[in-house]
Nanobody, 122 residues
């Protein structure tokens, strides 16, 4: 079992930035972020693997950056140029398997955290 704890959410105005962090209790090969807005389906946002390869949803590409510090088992999501449509609960997720995964698979990863709220006002 891998425990994941997110932090860094908050409220910002459109155009602002936030940095989310996710502390993991153990190393896993794949890590990622997904989000869920009220009344909407879960949406994969970004994923990263142990080799440092990253994938992003088209809706965030060029604005969000996923990164990891493997020495600390910590995952990050830098979010710039935030838009009101980015408002959602953001979840960190982890998957120990090494077959190909990308941002689309993040909502189905084996382990997930409790989430952190991001609210962007216009």
């Amino acid at each position: 079992q891998v425990q994941l704890v997110e932090s860094g959410g908050g409220s910002v105005q459109a155009g602002g930035s936030l940095r989310l962090s996710c502390a993991a209790s153990a190393y896993t090969y794949y890590l990622g972020w997904f989000r869920q807005a009220p009344g909407k389906e879960r949406e994969g946002v970004a994923a990263i693997n142990g080799a440092g390869d990253t994938t992003y949803a088209d809706s965030v590409k060029g604005r969000f950056t996923i990164s990891q510090d493997t020495s600390k088992n910590t995952l990050y999501l830098n979010m710039d140029s935030l838009k009101p449509e980015d408002t959602a609960m953001y979840y960190c997720a982890a998957d120990p398997f090494m077959y190909y995964r990308d941002y689309r698979h993040v909502p189905d990863f084996t382990f997930r955290g409790q989430g952190t709220q991001v609210t962007v006002s216009s």
